[in-house]
């Protein structure tokens, strides 16, 4: 391809509000230009912008320039407002849903250990990470979730196979590996509803290494806490007020 076809595609991309396929590309020209010739036309730019801030990059939902990661300290003193910071729960239930998908709520509390708050999966929904693609063939017919293009588009990432691959499988680990991408997460405290004995109770649970302690682990932990608290409490009571 010469390099003024080169310049309409560049020019298209840097100017398109969303990311373009190859066949919007395709429509660029009255000529006939084949598929092969606009891929390697892509393949050129992106070798061109190597050395720049910016980079032509291909995700699930076409090509589009993005900056790099390299540029953001500087482009987020253009923007006073931070990005949004997601809590260890929802980053957590992200990445359970993004390496287990189609997967029901019932499923990821049980790989968690702790039951999905409805505002965690609502702050998913609407950022538009994930959707319900269907039903299980179980009793209550509980909803499947899974990723949306959105997510992978968020991402940076082509398809679900370029999610990084995890050498531990565990909820903690694949959260710190999604909050490395484009994503923020709190690593400070948050509530949780832990389930005990049958009942919900919410309790605080800290922040704490991967490497240290595992999910099953801070449910056992925070469990003998909340006993130990309880118990006295009853013991000191009036007898008239037993």
């Known amino acids: 391809m010469d390099d003024h076809n080169k310049r309409v595609i560049e020019t298209a991309l840097l100017c398109a509000q969303e990311p ?38 291909h ?20 923007t006073p407002e931070k990005p949004p910071k997601y809590s260890r729960a929802v980053m957590e239930t992200l990445a359970i849903i993004a390496y287990r998908q189609p997967v029901t709520r019932g499923e990821i509390e049980e790989i968690r250990g702790v039951a999905v708050s409805s505002n965690v999966m609502k702050q998913l929904e609407d950022r538009g990470w994930v959707e319900v ?36 499988a565990a909820p903690m680990a694949a959260a710190e590996q999604l909050g490395q991408a484009v994503m923020e997460f709190d690593p400070s405290a948050t509530v949780e509803t832990v389930i005990i004995d049958g009942e919900e ?27 130990e608290e309880v118990t006295p409490e009853s013991e000191d009571k009036p007898d008239e007020t037993k």
Not at 203 to 215: D, G, N
Request: glycine fraction near 4%; avoid cysteine; charge should be negative.
């Open 59 to 78: 995700i699930a939902t076409g090509w589009r320039f993005q900056s790099r990661l390299s540029m953001r300290e500087y482009l987020d003193r253009l």
């Open 201 to 227: 109770q919410a309790i605080e649970v800290e922040a704490l290494e991967v490497t240290e302690i595992t999910v099953e682990e801070t449910v056992i932990e925070e469990t003998e806490e909340l006993t």
């Open 133 to 168: 693609i269907g039903h299980k063939e179980t009793v209550g017919r509980p909803g499947l979730y899974a990723t949306t293009k959105q997510f992978l588009d968020d991402l940076s990432l082509t398809n679900l196979q370029s999610l990084p691959v995890l050498e531990d």
């Open 20 to 57: 373009l396929t190859v066949a919007d590309l395709s429509r660029l020209f009255v000529e006939d230009i084949t598929t092969a010739d606009i891929d390697e036309a892509l393949v050129e730019l992106q070798r061109a912008w190597d050395d720049k801030g910016m980079e032509l990059v």
